[in-house]
């Protein structure tokens, strides 16, 4: 009766946004007459950071502080439509879409500027901290906020701007398969490292190192939140999941949270991140998602890293400690794999 | 902990960025740490009504005679609503895009295909009365046989869960039981293969189990409107699906959201909203209709299972030259979300890895349990552990190391996939070296001097190969499951034509510019009438353009009378999803 | 049924209300007093997001009736920050981003809150333990871990 260690490994790559197209978003912005700037929308935040993003997106896109741009979403009676927070779309599409709305309210802000300064709006440069300033001489400059009150009460301008985002719906061929899918693709890859008792057939991930490929982070600690949270769902989907623990017999599923398992805070494993920047071409400043992905290479990684702990191939998830017993039992004891690499590269 | 390696396709980004980049603090997360934060449940209607739904014990079965008289009389409770309440008792999700018959009511009248089916629903004064009342609805049921595998339930005579899809399985293309995918020959490919592997793999249902059960609250307000406090994923799909369901135009419903706690998928199905806005128009009060923590467990719809078989044909060298996936998703009694599932698992196929020949054939099947639907990497979780064990089990047979092995197989730039696209943008190679060195796991001077960069596209790894085609799976046609190859496709035929540029509203080349203010002009008396069309307002062109946003290079002029894209494009595609999978929108 | 009269202090106001006797701490709380801080995740004391402090102890409101909390002192996250300055476990949740969609906070925060004043120099194994009975299904609970222990170590944090 033992303990083995084992390690495993998997990569993975992951489409940004509705397969085929055909999903629009759209946004919103304007400007109060203090320069303070509101993005209506009609996006959902299920806790990925929905709001956080856009907002991050349509003030380096204005030019103007973090702090003077609020994202108002959702209100069907304000916020103009999006398709939904769902496959990994809200950063790309959305994105996008406020990006352009937030061009259009700056090329307005500019020109606003460029009346009050009277200079060419071309000249001009945002600080990002509130002001406007002709390039390459910041003395010659304005408040945003003197700006907006001069584009409202004495020019009257609208700093405005409106966006929408819409790949194209594709058709898809009945006898090949051909299609345009998505544009843009996340990438990752896992090691996971377990410790699988031969008695109870209990499996303990010691530890997860991986690399993701993200095109460009927008907030990296909003990255890190996603990654990590998705990393313990992935756990979660490999050892514990599922309301049919028969399946397909529908019988002796669990009804609540008492009956449900996943693992609780004394379960979790240390996980390091590395994450590499590959811009979408067509992402927001280069983003793409990273909201679906984060767990899918942990259950492959996890199978493998058991495999190579005791010798027992579990196809069908959740890996629970039944399945491992019954492996080691069909295959005459635990049988470890070859030593895999040292100890990890961190903490 | 979250390490950013800034030195990788550093050339490819400017970092010179003002926020974009930085940890700053989320707008969200002062009223998360305050409990300010509002969730649909978070707010107070005097009078509200509470709305319980009677769910069917059986798995199938023929409904023959529904009392609820005793039901109606009971303490607290206002309306008692049927299938025959619901203006319009039968909808798909996905008819919202034209995607997929409508195969499932709000309320089962004649007949219920999963256990949990909602059948009558009551709203009474308070939850606890709500509950009492649903004991005392008496439902007179002939239990039918139920089928639950994804395999079986494709055999001739097994019991129909779904009449709309009599077969049991999601028609693509009025055509087919399925999805196919066809890229060269993969049974030349199994045939020159060293060694030619095929398992079979599963993943069990999975419930999203968010904190925040789904639930909505519907209350009338003005002028014949409906105010809907609403935890959906999309708030327009969600609206969208109401306003068909109660049959009402859509500007009647005020749909407020877009603070949910927690969804993973699970918050797409609109699975309240319709019957609690119904609720709040038959009664004139307002309706919350919550599922408590059972309900959601077992019938707010889960990650379906799937059923995934690999076979993949291996070289002794390591690399992988043909690979067949068949693969059943599990919808459950009704199609919600799936049939899209298999489209996008067909786009995903044979994964990350360049494969020379590549087929897969992508089942949605009907069975008699709780309809699923999306999950957090919905299509693409289960064939990811399928493809990756399958991985894992072919570098051990080809007695190579794991990370080798992908890094050997991986699709790099310029590659071409089997839906006939070429890879951009791709990283995979680099992602299996920073993980190797973090990990310590030690790789060869070769591998760590593989580039996504480099080697893709190369010679045939360009190519669209000469295709076998076959007429396999007609629909109605079990019997035409297996058959012979009908037709060979020439190297380089493509079928569909190649994707449009992204709109982005104001520009052709995806960059917004601002358009001229209209200015008021008086009415000439001799205007003549307007065009059918009208042409989009000349972009505004200003003595000089204004400056970029940081990290974009300026905006080309735009054409002087860019087209109309956005709308014909929306036209067209809408047009094109119908002719695609054959199903108007009803 | 007739309802019965209670009076408690509420995050230091004096409240009072009538009630069924059947009725949970939770749904006074919600429905009848306005105080939307504690959720309600299950109502079987199986989550956690409905954790209030009951004369400093935790307690899951949706196993509490009502009727027994009359002359307790009830404190919710609703309540926790002083004026417009927060708990040190507010800002220590800030800073590690211990929330994504928010639903299980104010019920964490509570945990926490009845941990440390308790035990104010608390180990992780400690922390664990105290938030065992909350789930999460965002975070992956380190961030959470993380942030209480951060605030454990923060001048101010014994403040209950």
Not at chain 1, 280 to 306: H, Q, R, S, T
Not at chain 2, 278 to 285: E, I, K, N, Q, Y
């Amino acid at each position: 009766m033992a303990r083995h260690e084992g390690r495993g490994m998997a990569s993975v790559n992951y489409p940004i946004g509705m397969n085929l197209g055909g999903d629009p978003s759209q946004a919103l912005i304007h400007s109060n007459p203090d320069g303070k700037f509101t993005v209506a929308l009609s996006a959902i935040d299920l806790g990925q950071g929905m709001k956080q993003v856009s907002r991050q997106i349509a003030a380096e896109t204005l030019g103007v502080p973090i702090e003077d741009v609020y994202v108002d979403t959702a209100d069907s009676d304000t916020g103009p439509h999006d398709m939904g927070s769902f496959a990994s779309r809200g950063t790309h599409r959305m994105g996008n879409a406020i990006i352009v709305a937030a061009r259009e309210a700056r090329g307005v802000l500019l020109e606003a500027a460029a009346e009050e300064l009277e200079v060419n709006a071309a000249d001009l440069v945002t600080d990002g901290r509130g002001n406007i300033h002709v390039r390459g001489a910041p003395s010659r400059s304005i408040t945003v906020k003197a700006t907006a009150q001069a584009a409202q009460f004495k020019q009257g301008k609208t700093i405005a701007g409106r966006g929408i985002f819409l790949i194209p719906l594709s058709a898809v061929d009945a006898e090949t398969g051909e299609m345009n899918p998505n544009t843009a693709f996340a990438h990752a890859c896992l090691v996971a490292d377990v410790a699988v008792d031969d008695e109870t057939g209990e499996v303990e991930v010691l530890r997860m190192t991986s690399a993701y490929e993200l095109g460009r982070v927008i907030n990296p600690r909003m990255v890190e939140q996603q990654l990590v949270g998705g990393a313990w769902m992935g756990i979660s989907h490999a050892l514990y999941e599922t309301p049919e623990p028969y399946y397909p017999n529908p019988e002796h599923g669990p009804r609540d949270f008492n009956e449900y398992l996943m693992p609780g805070p004394g379960d979790i494993a240390p996980y390091h991140v590395t994450v590499l920047e590959r811009p979408a071409p067509d992402g927001p400043f280069g983003g793409k998602g990273p909201g679906e992905m984060c767990a899918n290479p942990v259950l492959p990684a996890i199978a493998n890293a058991v495999y190579n702990a005791v010798g027992v191939r579990v196809d069908e998830l959740p890996i629970t400690p039944e399945k491992i017993l019954r492996g080691i039992k069909a295959n005459g004891g635990a049988k470890p794999g070859p030593r895999r690499g040292g100890p990890v590269n961190w903490r | 902990m979250l390490e950013l390696r800034k030195d990788l396709f550093a050339d490819e980004r400017d970092d010179n960025l003002n926020v974009i980049g930085k940890g700053v603090q989320r707008q969200d997360m002062p009223g998360h740490v305050t409990a300010r934060t509002r969730f649909f449940d978070d707010h107070a209607f005097d009078g509200m009504l509470h709305l319980k739904v009677v769910r069917s014990p059986h798995h199938h079965a023929r409904i023959r005679s529904i009392d609820t008289s005793a039901a109606e009389r009971a303490p607290g409770v206002k309306r008692v609503l049927r299938g025959a309440d619901v203006p319009v008792n039968k909808n798909t999700l996905l008819s919202l895009i034209n995607f997929g018959k409508d195969d499932e009511p709000s309320l089962a009248v004649s007949k219920v295909s999963y256990k949990g089916e909602p059948v009558i629903a009551i709203l009474a004064d308070s939850e606890a009365q709500a509950l009492a009342a649903r004991k005392l609805v008496r439902i007179d049921y002939d239990p039918l046989p139920a089928v639950f595998d994804v395999e079986e339930t494709l055999k001739p005579g097994a019991p129909v869960v779904n009449e709309t899809y009599p077969g049991n399985y999601f028609e693509y293309h009025e055509r087919f039981d399925h999805q196919k995918l066809r890229f060269g020959d993969v049974e030349r490919g199994f045939a020159s293969a060293d060694i030619v592997m095929e398992h079979r793999y599963q993943m069990s249902p999975i419930e999203h189990a968010p904190t925040e059960t789904n639930g909505s609250i519907a209350a009338p307000e003005q002028n014949g409107r409906y105010v809907v406090h609403s935890c959906a994923q999309g708030l327009f799909f969600a609206l969208g699906t109401t306003a068909k369901i109660v049959d009402v135009e859509s500007n009647q419903l005020h749909f407020i959201g877009g603070t949910v706690g927690g969804g993973f998928g699970g918050k797409v199905d609109s699975l309240t909203e319709p019957l609690a806005v119904l609720g709040a128009m038959l009664t004139g009060r307002p309706v919350r209709f919550v599922l408590d923590r059972e309900e959601e467990m077992l019938y707010g719809s889960p990650r379906g299972a799937e059923r995934i078989y690999i076979k993949d044909g291996l070289m002794r060298d390591g690399r992988i030259v043909a690979r067949h996936i068949r693969s059943y998703f599990d919808a459950g009694a009704y199609t919600r979300l799936s049939s899209y599932a298999a489209i996008k698992c067909t786009a995903h196929v044979p994964g990350p890895y360049w494969i020379p020949n590549v087929a897969s054939d992508i089942y949605v099947s009907y069975t008699n349990r709780c309809p699923s639907t999306a999950m957090r990497g919905f299509g693409v979780t289960a064939v990811d552990f399928a493809l990756e064990v399958q991985m894992d089990r072919l570098a051990e047979a080809a007695s190579m190391d794991p990370m080798e092995f992908r890094i050997l197989n991986a699709y790099r730039d310029g590659d071409m996939k089997p839906h006939r696209r070429a890879a951009k943008n791709t990283a995979l190679v680099e992602c299996v070296q920073v993980a190797a060195e973090k990990a310590n796991w030690p790789l060869s001077e070769q591998a760590k001097r593989a580039s996504s960069l480099i080697g893709g596209g190369a010679g045939e790894r360009a190519q669209i190969p000469a295709t076998q085609l076959d007429a396999r799976g007609q629909i109605g046609r079990p019997d035409t499951r297996s058959g012979p190859v009908t037709q060979v496709l020439p190297a380089g035929t493509s079928r569909i034509a190649p994707s449009k540029q992204p709109v982005m509203e104001g520009a052709r080349d995806g960059r917004a510019t601002p358009t001229q203010v209209p200015r008021y002009e008086p009415q000439r008396p001799t205007a003549p009438p307007p065009p059918a069309y009208q042409p989009a307002p000349p972009p505004y062109q200003p003595a000089s353009s204004y400056s970029p946003a940081p990290g974009h290079q300026p905006a080309s002029p735009p054409p002087a009378s860019p087209p109309p894209a956005a709308p014909a494009q929306t036209q067209h595609g809408a047009v094109r999803f119908s002719s695609v999978f054959g199903t108007r929108r009803r | 049924m007739a309802k019965l009269p209670i009076q408690f202090r509420l995050n230091g106001s004096d409240r009072a209300t009538f009630v069924d006797p059947a009725s949970n701490l939770l749904d006074t709380l919600r429905r009848g007093l306005g105080d939307f801080g504690p959720k309600y995740g299950c109502g079987q004391g199986t989550c956690g997001v409905c954790t209030v402090l009951v004369d400093g102890e935790p307690q899951l409101a949706c196993l509490t009736l009502a009727v027994s909390c009359e002359g307790r002192q009830i404190e919710t996250t609703s309540g926790m920050a002083d004026g417009p300055n927060l708990h040190p476990l507010q800002d220590a949740f800030m800073d590690h981003f211990a929330a994504q969609c928010g639903f299980c906070t104010p019920g964490m925060l509570t945990a926490a809150r009845a941990l440390l004043a308790k035990n104010p120099q608390p180990s992780r194994e400690e922390v664990v333990e105290a938030i065992s009975g909350n789930i999460c299904r965002c975070t992956g609970y380190e961030p959470i871990i993380a942030a209480i222990l951060a605030a454990a170590n923060a001048p101010g944090a014994r403040r209950a």
